[in-house]
């Protein structure tokens, strides 16, 4: 058996752009770094799948240790579905029409078989369904007989209760109507992207926002070298669909947009700068006491799978916090972790109360998923002042030269002190502290207290002078 030309990611990148699938393939060294972000999501999907299994136990795992082991897999799966007594296969490998699979979950069913594919998510995008009929297209080609195909997610209502009830977390929805009805289009997009595998040279495709969406591709730095740095396209603070919009349109640079009220930020954006109204930035600061503030930053944990009694699968756990306070005649900095006892988390609201009595604002740069713990604390100390500088920032006309619409701290961080050694990416933070929680938490603390004094350097930087 010839080796196989696409695979499910393959496949989905090339539903994405057909060039992203043909330097993905011929050009990979042109690839951007693998996000730490990315790496998470990775990780979380193997690891939901893998407990999943437990709702068809007794099978047998056909994971192959290294792409060299796909072919005799793909056999031995061949193999097992002969053999009565497996009635189940885990990462069961079958290949069709140049398109190699592996399935979650193949369980017997009488003379029939359920596929299961099994996603980490809270609910069904259009690339899993995708993704699922592209499987349903192989499992088809082989001959499987289906009494259904299913795609189970995470139930984001589920609490844990004593112990963990997979039927109750997983939530289950057949596809298998709409993937045989998507048949043929299945058919016709997995020649197209064989078609793009042959040609000798990159296709032709422009940029636009199939290079964020659904994922930012890995090929942005080769084909956004030639955008200038000055392109409406960093124009952050517009809506990304709004600045696709222009670009689509060839507006593509400021002194094209006639547009009085971003006037200022067309400028900045001109001249690579930032950009913030002054004026309402100290507005919404006065409404805060800002004599004794204390710069907080947070580590947190979602996990999948609740790991704590009473909650719920993606519920923010504090892990970790960094806070400085500039503002005493000696400055102070606290660190509060419960990284190594996962359970003690809820006494990070006694740290806070602590905190609280010596200060009378507390000052963060954190997104929206903070805004769930924002709220339970809220309920327990309502007295204590926040200021989410993510918040404050946008209702203040932020703008940095940036494609994200909400640049995080890191990267305003570069672009006002790009002398400065960056920030750590907290994905990497949050992996190492979970890897080694007793090794890696001075140096977390480390980290997070460089966030912590960095936020009252941004504060400071954007508050001394009207100019910017
Ligand atoms: S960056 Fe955009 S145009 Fe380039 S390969 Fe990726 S999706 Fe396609």
């Known amino acids: 058996m010839a080796k196989h030309l696409l695979s499910k990611s393959t496949y989905i990148k090339s539903l994405q752009c057909q060039k ?43 994971t192959p240790k290294s792409p060299s082991q796909y072919q005799s897999k793909r056999n031995e799966t061949l193999l097992a579905l002969q053999n009565p007594e497996i009635t189940a296969i885990y990462e069961a490998v079958f290949q069709y029409d140049d398109v190699l699979i592996m399935l979650d979950i193949l369980a017997r069913e009488g003379d029939k078989w359920r596929a299961i594919e099994v996603k980490s998510s809270r609910g069904l995008s259009e690339t899993y369904l995708q993704d699922a009929y592209l499987q349903y297209y192989v499992l088809n080609g082989n001959g499987i007989p289906l009494v259904d195909f299913e795609l189970i997610y995470v139930n984001e209502d589920y609490i844990l209760k004593d112990k963990l009830i997979l039927d109750e977390l997983f939530i289950s929805q057949s596809v298998l109507v709409q993937a045989k009805e998507a048949f043929e289009k299945t058919a016709s997009q997995i020649q197209k992207a064989k078609a793009t595998l042959q040609l000798t040279k990159s296709p032709e495709v422009s940029i636009g926002t199939h290079c964020y969406k659904p994922y930012p591709c890995d090929f942005i730095g080769h084909c956004w070298k030639n955008v200038p740095q000055n392109s409406l396209l960093y124009l952050s603070s517009q809506p990304f669909l709004q600045r696709f919009d222009w670009f689509n349109n060839n507006i593509r640079l400021p002194e094209q947009l006639h547009n009085a009220e971003l006037a200022d930020q067309l400028m900045a954006l001109n001249e690579q700068k930032l950009f913030v109204n002054h004026n309402l930035l100290m507005k919404n ?13 947070f580590l947190f944990h979602q996990a999948a ?15 970790a916090v960094s806070a400085f306070q500039p503002s005493n005649t000696v400055q102070q900095i606290h660190h509060w972790s419960c990284a190594v006892e996962i359970s003690e988390w809820k006494n990070i609201f006694q740290f806070l109360n602590t905190l609280w009595k010596s200060s009378s604002v507390f000052i963060i740069h954190e997104d929206r998923i903070f805004d769930e713990f924002l709220k339970k604390t809220n309920e327990i100390h309502p007295e204590i002042k926040w200021i989410n500088y993510a918040v404050l920032l946008s209702e203040s006309d932020f703008m940095i030269p940036s494609i994200s619409e909400n640049p995080d ?36 603390n480390f980290q997070l207290e460089l966030y912590s004094k960095n936020l009252e350097e941004i504060h400071k930087y954007l508050i001394s002078s009207n100019e910017i």
């Open 20 to 62: 992203a699938l043909y330097l993905h393939k011929k050009r990979p060294f042109l690839r951007d770094k693998m996000s730490a972000v990315q790496l998470a999501k990775f990780r979380r999907g193997t690891a939901v799948g893998v407990l999943a299994r437990n709702l068809y136990p007794g099978g047998i795992d056909m």
């Open 285 to 297: 600061l006065k409404n805060f006491d800002m004599a004794k503030p204390a710069y907080l930053k």
């Open 409 to 444: 701290q890191k990267l305003i961080q570069q672009h006002i002190f790009p002398n400065q050694k960056p920030l750590k990416d907290e994905a990497w933070l949050l992996k190492d502290l979970l890897d080694d929680p007793e090794k890696n938490s001075r140096k977390i």
């Open 305 to 319: 799978v609740p790991e704590l009694r009473g909650m719920k699968p993606y519920e923010p756990i504090i892990l």
